[in-house]
């Protein structure tokens, strides 16, 4: 798991550092220490805190947790459940299994102090079966601080009783919507409903219910533990704290990246990823399948919810994806549609039908087959496919085909005029090529090369065979020196 370091780390900051397996190196690192604090104070006191500290849902819409903590204490119930939503299948995110299987005992720890806020007696961490270390080493963890009276009955003496429940769940994107999510935890098909009711009035089995992104129950013992005047130290106006985000593409370093809210889209890939001088820009996808591609003047953006809600960046899964003068807009809005498809629950008709024929006039405009006058129309189901469907599926799917309309126009019509797109060709002129003056010889991109098509002695300069490269990039990455260089063949 690759993390790209910065100054400002919550959630990340342990990872790697702490051994996963022990509770006793969690609690060196402080942990616990947010419950120890927590049960000495009154739930109510615990759900001010989180109010003043303002932190915002990471999964969604920026709902501040307080806020959702207070509304589900206040509803009356039986019994109240916690739910932690460690759902990451959006297509290339992994964000909640690095989270869980780097520091298990933080999500324990947070879903406890939730339960003990709300005035909870139960509380699920649903994870996708895929996800199989974080599993086990969840369950290693409750195990753990069962074992240590953080867990189970009388808290450390304070007379709170709560119990963890893994759900592991099949890996449905669909499922990861919390109502959704909830129909699957009560063992029916993982299909939303309309909201409201909302999960805190009735969730799990009709009870009150708080359901939270990984990401955002992560940050729960580092708020109750530092206090709200802390959070609101990082990130900036009505944004506090910080966001995960998950880097990949035409960049040099790719992997998990957190930064203080508010920061520009160009810092995180420019000063904290890196770009080649070799490479092309071309646009930035945010958001994974259900997010918008933006073209490179709007990097300076700044991710902030209001933001991700004006340019219809669905940030839940924190996914950016950089692209360059290789990647198609329309190719991509069809590969995101044709993933829409297929995780589509089937539940309303707009999603069910409107997506499938979305990704048909796609099809055809890939193929050459389409006139311009169907961009119009492509515009206008999508819209409306957005306006209508049950649940944020289908209400956002079709933004990865808006935004490239918006911003990426030629590449359509590119593809209907001329059956094809310079993407193509210009990923076809690409080779790699190390340059013998800046190779020392490590052997480092020899090593990582998968085709083995790398040859040389230590201590002196590499060459590649570009008869043989895939030109996959895993010695572009690896090379320390700037030795391996991106090149073009002319295109005629
Ligand atoms: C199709 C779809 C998939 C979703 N997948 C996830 C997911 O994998 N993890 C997640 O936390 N939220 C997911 N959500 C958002 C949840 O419905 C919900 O807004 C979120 O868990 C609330 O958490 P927060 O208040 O902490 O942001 C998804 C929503 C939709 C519409």
């Known amino acids: 798991m690759d993390i790209i370091k910065t100054d400002t780390q919550i959630l990340l900051q342990n990872i790697g550092v702490i051994d996963p397996e022990e509770i006793s190196s969690y609690i060196e690192h402080d942990g616990y220490g947010a419950l120890k604090k927590a049960v000495q104070m009154n739930p109510e006191d615990v759900v001010a805190l989180m109010l003043e500290s303002e932190l915002r849902g990471r999964g969604g819409s920026g709902f501040p947790v307080g806020m959702k903590w207070k509304i589900t204490r206040e509803h009356e119930g039986e019994i109240k459940y916690i739910v932690c939503n460690a759902n990451d299948l959006d297509p290339g995110d992994y964000k909640a299994k690095v989270l869980v299987e780097g520091n298990p005992h933080n999500i324990v720890e947070a879903v406890i102090l939730s339960g003990y806020a709300v005035g909870c007696r139960i509380g699920y961490i649903n994870i996708p079966m895929e996800n199989t270390l974080a599993v086990s080493r969840l369950k290693k963890a409750i195990e753990q601080a069962k074992e240590h009276g953080f867990l189970g009955e009388n808290i450390l003496g304070s007379g709170f009783d709560f119990d963890i429940y893994i759900r592991v769940a099949t890996g449905v994107f669909a499922s990861g919507e919390e109502t959704a999510l909830i129909a699957n935890l009560e063992g029916k098909r993982g299909e939303p409903h309309h909201k409201p009711p909302y999960p805190s009035a009735e969730g799990v089995n009709g009870m009150p219910t708080v359901a939270n992104n990984i990401e955002t129950i992560a940050n729960i013992p580092y708020v109750i533990l530092h206090g709200a005047d802390w959070l609101k130290s990082i990130g900036c106006a009505d944004n506090y704290g910080t966001k995960v985000f998950t880097l990949s593409g035409k960049i040099k370093k790719t992997g998990l990246v957190e930064v203080p809210l508010g920061t520009s889209i160009r810092e995180i890939i420019y000063d904290l990823c890196g770009v080649a001088e070799s490479t092309v820009l071309k646009g930035v996808h945010i958001g994974g399948a259900k997010g918008s591609i933006l073209p490179l003047d709007m990097l300076d953006i700044p991710t902030t919810y209001e933001n991700f809600k004006k340019y219809e960046l669905v940030i839940g899964s924190g996914g950016i994806a950089v692209l360059d003068d290789e990647d198609c807009g329309v190719e991509l809005a069809k590969n995101y549609i044709s993933f829409a498809v297929q995780e589509s629950c089937g539940k309303c008709t707009a999603c069910r039908i409107g997506l499938k024929r979305i990704e048909e006039m796609l099809d055809a405009i890939c193929a050459g087959k389409a006139t311009e006058s169907d961009i119009p129309k492509l515009r206008e189901l999508a819209e409306i496919v957005c306006d209508s469907s049950l649940c944020g599926l289908g209400r956002n799917a079709p933004h990865p085909v808006l935004s490239t309309i918006d911003h990426f126009i030629d ?40 085709m083995k098509c790398i040859t040389g002695t230590v201590k002196n300069p590499h060459t590649i065979d570009i008869e043989k490269c895939v030109k996959c990039g895993a010695c572009f990455k690896k090379c320390n020196f700037g030795a391996v260089e991106i090149k073009r063949m002319e295109v005629v």
């Open 411 to 450: 590449d359509y019509k590119n593809h209907i005029k001329n059956g094809a797109c310079p993407a193509v060709a210009i990923k076809k002129s690409k080779y790699y090529k190390i340059n013998p003056d800046k190779c020392i010889g490590c052997t480092a991109c020899s090593r990582v090369c998968p």
